[in-house]
């Protein structure tokens, strides 16, 4: 996710657009750039760093101009740096641009593009669009308005884009498909854009909200224009904004958690995006394709992290083992580190991490490759210190987690694990081709299913009220659940303060079954797959015991909706799925029940969102 401003109007553009930046840096911080439209043409400053950083780079320059656009960025392709900040600029210095999304055809685009004498000054998959607009308007003679929407015919992916031209004075032209941009009407003749409203609330409360595949034209004497993709022209709706700026940027949620939790379809989607061809049957995950053939031939996968990363890796190891029949070993990062482990050469390193900053995980890093393994990263942030450790490594795009409790952090991990586990077993062999094919169908359902789940949240809520006061918690799983139920346990304990431990289901009868009682309330991830009946038995035997269960079962059960207390359905998926549906309902209790206690669910007491000391 990054965050997009832009503004015509009457006024000075450049202090409305960091004041809008400003507003939107929970979207994105790993640089920050603005092009204003002045007397004399474009004028652009960019920088690696926050809003703040911009403003110590402009450091009194005049940025004199009433048409302008900004950026603050969550980087998905390139470095954190200035040279990949936004916006970017056509060869001629007519264009500047600023996106927010995937472009996935990127790389031919680029190619095509550098046939034609076209230059490239960053990494990021956005500068193949100012030069594919400036290369159309150069060769059909067209505007602005209508070069963006034949460059766009050209595009695969997602965007949010303004492009604002030296040669078209007052005037911006924006573009939508997959993420997200509002317009603001404001007075005066005043158009303000945005990644979402919080930037234009304190200046407009007429808001309109562009649908997918929609071009805006923003134009001072002439005013708002919208054609829809056959290029057409609409009447836009004008709504007025109810909700108040702080709600707004949590997206309209009580808290980030919550709103990260909402995400994870959209998150799981973009984790997906580009690398899950359904027409082709193919997986590509270009950042360790230079290593894909030193994995197939691995003879062991270690896989490190810590928390919840640490219980992503943990589904891994069933991934891997399942898909790829590669040995896997998951450890803790801080154990790993000091432990003397024995790593060999061609050992392949999974480095597991949410923030890239986790000082365990680091340090595991630098002593596998101290003894000459491959590392590979698999982390959220862009340029993060552990992401630029690793030899190579695949990105989660989940955007920005706020909230310190990780959730869609955790099933974006899971999400690139299936894929590099799916992709290895298939260039092993070690799938069959039918149900390679079928398995990709299945995990490219997962998004829609996931949007199913949340809507047990009012369910899992009322189940929340009745166990709110427990002191203790266990959660049990088998197989690919025995890692979700071990997550469970850390979301209760780590924003509730209720004591919660995650078992595999079989241990119960090896110490914790003496803990059932009247009060602890029993998470069971019970779906139907291979331990279904011995999940049964193990729910059974929490119920001769007085226990109370709260189970998670396969939409349709009707076994354990007799004997457990509470149900949450989920949709059937194939077992290796399972943890990126289970895991839902089981943040929400984990929320709800926090929130019920008054809690402080965002920044729960004695954590930080990444430990970067030991
Ligand atoms: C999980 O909800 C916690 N926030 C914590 O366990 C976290 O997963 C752990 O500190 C690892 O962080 P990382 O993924 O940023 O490395």
């Known amino acids: 996710m990054c965050g997009i401003v832009g503004y015509v109007g009457s006024k000075q553009a450049y202090p409305l657009l960091i004041n809008g930046l400003r507003r939107l840096e929970y979207r994105g911080y790993d640089s920050a750039g603005v092009a204003i439209l002045g007397t004399d043409g474009l004028i652009v400053s960019k920088c690696k760093g926050r809003v703040s950083d911009l403003e110590a780079h402009v450091n009194g320059t005049p940025m004199a101009g009433t048409v302008g656009i900004g950026h603050t960025r969550w980087a998905t392709h390139g470095e954190p740096n200035d040279v990949n900040a936004h916006p970017h600029v056509s060869t001629n210095g007519d264009l500047a641009l600023i996106h927010n999304g995937i472009i996935e055809n990127y790389a031919p685009l680029k190619e095509e593009l550098i046939s034609r004498g076209y230059k490239f000054s960053s990494e990021t998959d956005t ?6 607009i400036d290369d159309i308007r150069r060769n059909e003679g067209t505007d602005l308005a209508e070069s963006v929407r034949l460059a766009l015919e050209n595009v695969v992916g997602a965007y949010a884009i303004v492009v604002v031209d030296r040669n078209t004075p007052g005037t911006l032209v924006a573009a939508r498909k997959s993420s997200p941009l509002v317009i603001g009407i404001g007075e005066g003749g005043d158009l303000f854009l945005a990644s979402d409203a ?34 057409q022209e609409k009447r836009p709706s004008i709504q007025a904004l109810e909700i108040q700026l702080e709600a707004l940027e949590k997206g309209g949620f009580e808290h980030f958690m919550l709103k990260e939790i909402y995400e994870q379809p959209r998150s799981i989607r973009d984790s997906m995006r580009g690398r899950l061809n359904l027409a082709q049957g193919s997986i590509v995950l270009g950042g360790i394709k230079d290593y894909e053939q030193r994995i197939v031939n691995a003879k062991r996968i270690l896989i490190v992290g810590c928390g919840t990363s640490w ?72 340029g993060s210190s552990i992401a630029r450790q690793t030899h190579a490594g695949s990105y989660t795009h989940a955007g920005p987690e ?143 015991r007085k226990g109370k269960v709260i189970a998670i079962v396969t939409e349709g059960d009707t076994t354990v909706k007799e004997i457990a207390d509470h149900s949450i359905e989920i949709p059937a998926s194939p077992d290796a799925f399972v943890p990126l549906l289970a895991v839902v309902p089981l943040q929400l209790l984990s929320y709800h029940m926090a929130v019920m206690r008054g809690c402080n669910v965002d920044q729960p007491r004695n954590l930080a969102k990444s430990v970067t000391v030991e």
């Open 127 to 132: 500068e193949v669009l100012v030069h594919l």
């Open 311 to 382: 219980h992503a890796g943990m589904v891994g190891e069933y991934l891997f083992e399942e898909f790829a029949r590669i040995p896997v070993e998951v450890e803790y990062a801080s154990e790993f580190r000091y432990r003397n482990p024995v790593i060999n050469e061609d050992d392949i390193v999974i480095a597991i991490s949410q923030s890239g900053e986790t000082a365990d995980t680091l340090a595991a890093i630098e002593l596998a490759k101290g003894r000459g393994a491959t590392i590979l990263g698999i982390c959220n942030v862009v």
């Open 402 to 544: 706020i909230g310190v409790a990780s959730t869609k952090a955790f099933t974006a991990q899971v999400t690139l694990l299936t894929l590099m586990a799916l992709m290895v077993g298939q260039r092993k062999g070690t799938i069959d081709g039918a149900r390679y094919r079928q398995l990709l169908l299945e995990l490219e359902a997962i998004p829609a299913k996931v949007e199913k789940v949340l809507k047990t949240e009012a369910q899992v809520k009322y189940i929340g009220d009745i166990y709110k006061e427990a002191r203790n918690a266990l959660y049990l799983g088998r197989g690919y659940s025995f890692p979700v139920a071990l997550e469970g346990a850390l979301k209760l304990k780590e924003i509730s303060y209720i004591h919660a431990e995650g078992y595999p289901a079989a241990e119960m009868k090896h110490g914790p079954i003496a803990l059932i009682d009247e009060e602890m309330p029993v998470i069971v991830i019970a779906t139907h797959g291979a331990s279904y009946e011995k999940v049964v038995s193990n729910i059974q035997e929490v119920k001769a």
């Open 198 to 231: 919080t930037p234009i609330v304190e200046h407009t409360r007429n808001v309109v909200y562009m649908e997918d595949g929609e071009i805006a034209i923003l134009d001072r004497e002439q005013g708002l224009r919208v054609r829809n993709i056959k290029n």
